[in-house]
């Protein structure tokens, strides 16, 4: 089922780069993301993962990384309960 990513922007308060339809069903790290999974980047140390992650259409969010991380987490919940 999953949400497009464009509704997880909305709730976020974020702005997407990429495919806003994109569906989204698993939150992952950038190292382990696939298609259909959403990743992002909470320290500095891991942007070099940015150009090899497998998320949906390269889809990363930025944003205040600690509420973002929360949220994400929440998220990850949803989905796994749904």
């Given at each position: 089922m999953g949400y497009s990513l464009r509704d997880i922007a909305e709730e976020?308060?974020?702005?997407?780069?990429?495919?806003?339809?994109?569906r989204i069903?698993?939150?992952?790290?950038?190292?382990?993301?696939?298609?259909g999974g959403i990743s992002f980047?909470?320290?500095?140390?891991?942007r070099p993962q940015l150009l090899s992650t497998r998320a949906s259409d390269g889809n990363i969010l930025m944003r205040q990384l600690d509420e973002v991380a929360k949220r994400?987490?929440?998220?990850?919940?949803?989905?796994?309960e749904g």
């Amino acid at each position: 089922m999953g949400y497009s990513l464009r509704d997880i922007a909305e709730e976020l308060g974020a702005h997407v780069h990429g495919d806003e339809n994109c569906r989204i069903d698993r939150v992952a790290t950038l190292a382990d993301a696939e298609p259909g999974g959403i990743s992002f980047l909470a320290n500095r140390r891991f942007r070099p993962q940015l150009l090899s992650t497998r998320a949906s259409d390269g889809n990363i969010l930025m944003r205040q990384l600690d509420e973002v991380a929360k949220r994400l987490r929440d998220l990850e919940t949803n989905l796994d309960e749904g």
